[in-house]
């Protein structure tokens, strides 16, 4: 049909086809596109939370992203490590202007998995040669397990430009064995992907850099290859282009997290023992544990076993299945082999340093035990992530395991009909397979916020539940990062806040400051301090506290057609202690007591 030979009118369809499946794949989310948030819990928060802080510092205070002084108010603390997609968050600047904050959120969100899956398409189309399967490799890339399972951290959605990094990696070595003139600038573009991506989140951009490793050697190693140092030399020094293009662009980060982890080296350094419980297990690659409960949840007793991470590693059943379909029948192809040789790569770095199988960790070492001693690839905390490429890889795979199908589909006499059945078969399956009931939290903090952002009485605020958490410390006081999103609406400065990798010498420090110790943790006794009206005054002067606001109960989360709002970790008998205490030692009134929250404010 001369309708699908244009070019634009079939990206025009393919990008409905990925937006349809969006929405469908994240409802209920557009029945509450603009109040609540997709994601919820701490994760999302934070996520959340970063989004409206990149508007605030670069358009409202007009200053740098890293320096953030409105959390851990009067010190400040640097946001280098914290989760900042800062490319999508760059998107999402303009949206604000027109958009609720949750409006514009969940659309950036959407956005990642049509975008995802148009580079996907665009990769695997380049590579089989065929619409239909390519579109069918897009959908499984960007729907699959492990970015359904990420809808809470919006860095780790940023998918949508590795498969445009291997579309250039593709061309560069394309062109450099056809002595094309572009080949420099094929270069120089992966360079600028490579770092954008590092923007987003630095994790991909070194699994990328992994699979470029894996790319050169698929096709360096070969004895035709390996006995020509002109094209050792030439693919050698392009990925090293590549690389120096891609430093220089990022260099401002480097050179940050450089100096802000000189004296605390737990900001980029995670131990084995850490990383290892943040590992897939073995089995987990083809048990559920996440995704549709009629998948799931026949295989409960085996997954139950597996650590939290270990749902982001499943590769689905519909890929895996097409997967092996392809490589089978496409054996004789050498680009095969590449996409075979990049899933067990990534699968054994998703493992972890050291083995894990049936929930339990068998100390046996594994690659990433090695890999994690290089300087910045030890701050991967997850190792699970690394399955992100296979995914890509299996996605591809599965596209050539569909064509296969759809070339036998097209010797009925109905052709037409039966390729456009088996394909929508294979996607109503997968759908069905992985998709799960989304989580939504509202946006919207409670109402006095606006009165304490109108108010003249300046300072800041402690919003309760109050806590801070960090690789190496822990949780200490109770962590409530959800809470951090009171900010977006009072617009003050906090004491205390939640950030990624947080440098535990701030932490400790906050955490044993007269008034800010106890608040964190109201079942104890005050200490001396905390009575002492002298060091209270001091300890006032220091904060400029102004409101503390107590949540009772977290806010309105929807998962599928379930309604929660669930109580804060403040038990009754701690509300009585912080009430005594603010008012009789802090010397505050409350102006505010509902169902929600407790609010007192400074006097005068």
Known sequence: MKFFRNKFTVLVLIFLGYSGM???????????FGD???????????????FWWMKFALVDLNQSLLDCHYLFFPNGVNLTFN??????????IPLQYFLSLAAAY????????????????????RVIGRRLPAFIAGALFAFSPYRMSQTSHLYLMATMLI?????????????????????????CLAGVVLALTAYDTEHYAIFLIFFSVVYLLFYLLPRAERADKRKWFALT?????ILAVAAALFSPMLLAAKDTSAGDNDMLTVSTGYSSNLSADALSFFIPKGGSDMVATPFRSITDNFSAHAELSYLDLVIMGLACIGAVLYRKVREIRLWVLTTVVFMILALGPTLRAFGKNSQIPMPLLLINQLPYVNAVRAPTRYIVIASLALAILAGFGANAIFDRMRRFRHQGAAVTISAALILIVFLV????????????PPPVMREIAASEISGTVISLPLGWETASTGKIGRVAAITQLDQIVHMRPTVGGVVARAPKELIYEMARAPIVDYLSDPSSSPSRDDLDPRVIKEAMDKFQIAYIVVHKLYPVEIVGSEVYHTPTHIEPRELKNIDQYVINNLGMEKFEDTEEIVAYRRKG
């Not at 989760?83 to 999402?92: C, E, F, R, S, Y």
């Open 163 to 187: 498969p445009v990094y291997v579309v250039l990696l593709m061309m560069v070595r394309e062109s450099l064995a056809a002595k094309r003139r572009r080949r420099w600038l094929y270069c």
């Open 22 to 32: 969006a929405l469908y794949s994240t409802y209920p989310l557009v029945l509450h």
């Open 36 to 50: 609540y948030f997709i994601g919820g819990g701490e994760d999302g928060s934070l996520c959340v939370w970063s």
């Open 83 to 92: 989760v900042m997609p800062k490319l999508l968050g760059t998107i999402g």
């Open 237 to 241: 020094s392009a990925f090293g282009l």
């Open 433 to 444: 397979e992985i998709t799960p009931a989304a989580s939504m939290v509202l946006v919207e």
């Open 106 to 125: 969940n659309l950036v969100v959407i956005l990642t998995f049509v975008s995802s899956g148009l580079s996907a398409y665009w990769l695997a189309h």
